[in-house]
């Protein structure tokens, strides 16, 4: 049975190349016309390399694309569940030391390294009456004293 497909696979593939590619007939041919069918035969094989390689990169393109798709398929069909982070506390030494390993041999004082700021204290107006104050700028004497201080 394997032998009777092999058979009829090879009797229908030497029909199709016969269909295909007509036998070549080189007797009688003068130098010139072979050249010139030369000169076709290797541009239709120019055509055929072109399409080959055009369908390659098609192919390679496809096969990229379902082995993306395939990866995405299987890592939302899997039941991969993130575990939940425990909090943990650590000094700041214990951190520094896991960090810089053995380098760390002293404890470091962040305070100390912080700049300080001095606070300048606000100078504070003198509270006085209102009413003086109000009683000594009433008139024109008043506003030429808020001019002459505006001024200086």
Same mark, same amino acid.
């Given at each position: 049975?394997?032998?009777?497909?092999?058979?009829?696979?090879?009797?229908?593939?030497?029909?199709?190349?016969?269909?295909?590619?007509?036998?070549?007939?080189?007797?009688?041919?003068?130098?010139?016309?072979?050249?010139?069918?030369?000169?076709?035969?290797?541009?239709?094989?120019?055509?055929?390399?072109?399409?080959?390689?055009?369908?390659?990169? /098609?192919? *390679?393109?496809?096969? !990229?694309?379902?082995?993306?798709? %395939?990866? #995405?398929?299987? $890592?939302?069909?899997?039941?991969?569940?993130?575990?939940?982070?425990?909090?943990?506390?650590?000094?700041?030494?214990?951190?520094?030391?896991?960090?810089?390993?053995?380098?760390? /041999?002293? *404890?470091?004082?962040? !305070?100390?390294?912080?700049?300080? %700021?001095? #606070?300048?204290? $606000?100078?504070?107006?003198?509270?006085?009456?209102?009413?003086?104050?109000?009683?000594?700028?009433?008139?024109?004497?008043?506003?030429?004293?808020?001019?002459?201080?505006?001024?200086?």
């Amino acid at each position: 049975m394997l032998q009777e497909e092999k058979e009829a696979k090879a009797k229908e593939r030497k029909a199709v190349l016969a269909e295909r590619l007509p036998s070549l007939n080189l007797t009688g041919l003068s130098l010139q016309e072979l050249q010139d069918l030369c000169k076709d035969l290797h541009y239709k094989i120019d055509v055929v390399d072109e399409e080959r390689y055009d369908i390659d990169v /098609k192919v *390679s393109k496809n096969q !990229k694309e379902i082995d993306n798709l %395939v990866l #995405k398929i299987t $890592e939302l069909q899997s039941k991969f569940k993130k575990p939940t982070l425990k909090k943990v506390r650590i000094s700041a030494e214990a951190m520094l030391s896991v960090l810089l390993g053995s380098r760390h /041999k002293e *404890s470091f004082d962040f !305070k100390a390294n912080l700049k300080t %700021v001095k #606070k300048e204290e $606000e100078k504070k107006e003198e509270v006085t009456d209102w009413r003086k104050n109000v009683e000594a700028m009433s008139g024109m004497e008043g506003r030429k004293k808020l001019f002459d201080a505006s001024g200086n």
